[in-house]
């Protein structure tokens, strides 16, 4: 039996149901691995004072359960105190500062074998000191933004250079992911690649023409999802499609660009093509993607976007800009475009793509390898690996 207490800060709950449901998928499908149990705490961040907590960015936190039952995984949801502007500082030692009580409960009826963080800021920093306190071997992995943001940033930075350092063993979402964290000093020999899974029965070919019909849609359209944040390069998109007469974008996310987006679209004149869509429920993405003829995704960092595997799956080409693991996906012609993190460039990839569209079967193939199932495996492989060397 291998016990799993997975940590993570980014994860699913009823004020963000899509929030980190990358994280929620991988935890499922481990925990439905044979001898396998799992215990989730997905701690959030809330300012010392209620006259903060009222602040919209933290009122609907600031009333969501201690403990549930979420999509049959059993979670906990202890806040930590963050204070705002400096807080990334400090939220490490205040995270493990408030969580470490609950684990002495959890652990009088789950003894844990090993600690799961599934984000390396500041989630790694904490865990490895719980790992230490509860004498168990502790992984973090990397996905991107936490260490492409929290990285750039000297105070966090070398917290998290001294946790990948503490830690029995790291992933990387890519391995471009990986080399990233080797230059930014961590120990390459301990870092494995954990590619993204996929959940096929959802994300698959489907006719395009019937799931265009099913959202009525006329036309060709370009779909994105994510966060609606400068990184995702939405702006971008938006002024691609004055290059792109007679193509709809539709962007579902939700996120601080919201307004400045609408007022983009609408100052184009894009409003008949552009649609922002808000937060999609996940089980809705497919029928999106299915139905966009591409999915375009101009970020300007990642590690390995569970987007972009989701459309493959779909049998929709992406075109997105060069980095992290983007390489890694778009490995062949079928898969789409790598782009410049311009709109015009933007426009020339969904252009080529829409003149010369590959068949959804070659498409999807390029998605094959990504699987909950294959995911689940390595990441089962890789904590059972660390519990046995830290057991001799």
């Not at 806040?79 to 408030?98: C, E, K």
């Not at 960092?301 to 569970?306: F, R, T």
């Amino acid at each position: 039996m291998l016990r799993v207490l997975t940590l993570s800060t980014l994860y699913p709950d009823r004020t963000r149901p899509g929030f980190g449901g990358f994280v929620e998928r991988q935890t499922r499908a481990l925990a439905a691995r044979p001898g396998v149990e799992v215990r989730v705490v997905a701690p959030f961040a809330l300012p010392p004072t209620r006259w903060a907590q009222r602040h919209p960015a933290y009122s609907a936190l600031a009333g969501l359960p201690r403990h549930e039952t979420w999509n049959g995984l059993e979670v906990h949801r202890p806040r930590f105190v963050t204070l705002p502007m400096i807080g990334g500082r400090i939220n490490p030692w205040s995270l493990a500062r408030s969580v470490a009580p609950l684990l002495d409960s959890i652990r009088e009826t789950f003894p844990f074998d090993v600690i799961d963080a599934e984000f390396f800021y500041p989630d790694g920093p904490a865990a490895t000191r719980l790992g230490a306190r509860f004498g168990v071997p502790v992984s973090i992995k990397a996905r991107g933004s936490d260490i492409h943001l929290w990285g750039a940033r000297p105070a966090c930075r070398t917290k998290i250079l001294a946790a990948g350092r503490a830690a029995d063993g790291m992933l990387a979402v890519s391995a471009a992911l990986r080399e990233e964290m080797i230059a930014l000093g961590l120990p390459g020999e301990r870092i494995r690649v954990h590619h993204t899974g996929v959940d096929a029965s959802l994300f698959h070919p489907r006719d395009r023409e019937a799931a265009k019909a099913a959202l009525g849609v006329a036309g060709p359209l370009v779909a994105s999802a994510g966060n609606l944040t400068p990184l995702k390069g939405h702006a971008l998109l938006v002024d691609a499609m004055r290059d792109l007469p007679g193509v709809s974008l539709w962007i579902a996310g939700r996120g601080p660009e919201h307004e400045a987006l609408a007022a983009r679209i609408a100052a184009a004149g894009l409003g008949d093509r552009v649609r922002l869509l808000g937060a999609l429920p996940h089980d809705e993405l497919p029928g999106l993607f299915a139905a966009a003829d591409v999915v375009a995704a101009p970020s300007a960092s990642e590690g390995l976007a569970n987007v972009w595997v989701e459309a493959l799956a779909c049998g929709t080409p992406i075109v997105i800009t060069d980095v992290g693991g983007a390489r890694e996906v778009v490995d062949r012609p079928a898969a789409g475009r790598l782009v410049e993190r311009t709109p015009a460039a933007i426009a020339e990839g969904v252009r080529a793509v829409l003149a010369d569209p590959p068949p959804q079967a070659e498409v999807a193939e390029a998605a094959a390898r990504f699987s909950w199932e294959r995911n689940s495996a390595a990441l089962y492989a890789h904590l059972m690996e660390l519990v046995e060397n830290h057991r001799r």
